[in-house]
């Protein structure tokens, strides 16, 4: 497709991809999604890759639209001055309009030996990396992982339902998001699962071995493989092109995804910092971002006003195994709720949500424009309050999950 306005897109995960997709709305637009991978990694699934019940991974074709073209590379630079992306490989890419879409990754540990004997599982390399060493452990060898937020917790899950000596090391709460109720039920099949879970400020990781896990409160923990779910990062790739950035790393917008920089840049995922208080980093988030920030590129091209961010669902599924799981409902200020479904139906929630995810991808792929889900009314007045809390200094809403 030829076109009168080039559109870049950095990044082609769930923000990407959807950005993407809906851009074709236009004839007159010319897109490009560079990204490191040739194939979709559906991310809420690395969990089961290690376990060995998925690859985690969709085939472009099925995802996203066959008028976008696919460069299969990373970006190195943005020249924001001079509207190019320089890749790896030394290529250039000029553009119009930006849309970065970076995502994120595993977070530096910073704890002595993480680095060198955990396995994080952010991406679809390490968990790629992951899953022979899990497959080669004995079946009676112990494993920890670290970091009770939704990877630390179904990753856990899905290793004890095969049986394996799990221990899930929390550094704090199990799950914190989640609802006191659904935490206790949360915990309650992990140790119906045979998975060992230390919580409290004890359970803290001060060191990582090759065989075991040393924490605060004296602890070692014998651990033939050790798995680290705790945090995530952000690529510097904006830090490193002179871009504004949160202290996280991610890019500086305002309220309609564009940077404080640069108009012809907008960002979208978990890499997008709008007004310095960014959505929680999820799938759940992203899809909506990336339709918001198509949007401003849109109506700018159409000479009209870029609506502001709008978010007014959130919910936490996570699955427990293959057969059980916890869909966790929350407010408008993505604060858990005592509503929660469990057990079996949580799982087949759970199944609905993650085929959900590529569905919409695929979707506005081959009708671009029919995602909404960042329209549904009500959000934009609840998103105010949270700004004018966060520029008073006071509590405004719940921090990510890790």
């Known amino acids: 497709m030829t076109g009168n306005t080039n559109v870049v897109v950095i990044g ?20 490009t999604l560079v990204n490191p991978r040739p194939d979709f990694v559906h991310r809420v699934r690395l969990h089961q890759l290690v376990g060995g019940s998925d690859d985690a991974v969709v085939a472009y074709r099925d995802v996203l639209a066959g008028g976008v073209r696919l460069v299969v590379g990373s970006a190195a630079r943005i020249d924001a001055d001079g509207r190019g992306v320089t890749l790896a490989d030394g290529g250039t890419l000029g553009y119009d309009y930006l849309v970065y879409a970076v995502g994120s990754g595993s977070a530096e540990p910073g704890v002595p030996g993480a680095a060198e004997f955990a396995h994080p599982i952010a991406t679809l390399e390490e968990a790629r990396r992951l899953r022979p060493v899990v497959a080669a452990a004995p079946a009676t060898a112990p494993v920890t992982v670290v970091g009770a937020g939704p990877t630390g ?19 704090g709460v199990l799950g914190p998001y989640l609802h006191p109720r659904a935490r206790r039920s949360v915990a309650k099949r992990l140790a119906g699962l045979g998975a060992t879970v230390l919580e409290g400020s004890g359970a803290k990781v001060t060191a990582v071995t090759r065989d075991a896990v040393r924490l605060a409160d004296g602890r070692e923990l014998p651990s033939e493989v050790t798995v680290w779910t705790a945090g995530f990062g952000v690529p510097d790739l904006a830090a490193r092109s002179g871009l504004s950035t949160d202290a996280a790393g ?12 640069d108009a012809r840049i907008v960002a979208a995922g978990d890499s997008a910092a709008p007004s310095g208080l960014p959505p929680r980093m999820s799938c759940l988030n992203a899809m909506p971002l990336g339709a918001r920030a198509a949007d401003t590129v849109l109506s700018r091209l159409a000479g009209e006003r870029p609506e502001s961010l709008r978010q007014s669902l959130y919910a936490q599924c996570l699955s427990l195994g293959r057969s059980a799981g916890v869909y966790q409902l929350a407010n408008r200020s993505d604060v858990a709720v005592r509503l929660y479904v469990e057990g079996g139906l949580g799982a087949r929630l759970k199944e609905l949500a993650c085929g959900g995810m590529t569905g919409h991808l695929t979707k506005e792929a081959r009708r671009p424009g029919s995602f909404n889900l960042h329209r549904i009314p009500g959000g934009a007045a609840k998103r105010r309050r949270l700004l004018r809390a966060h520029r008073s200094g006071a509590p405004a809403a719940a921090g990510r999950a890790a």
């Open 250 to 261: 991610r890019l500086l917008t305002d309220e309609t995804l564009t940077s404080v920089d």
């Open 153 to 171: 917790i179904e990753t856990a899950a899905e290793l004890a339902e095969q049986g394996r000596r799990v221990t899930l090391v929390c550094g």
């Open 12 to 31: 082609g995960g769930y923000a990407g991809v959807m950005a993407a997709n809906r851009l074709t709305l236009r004839d007159d637009v010319a897109v």
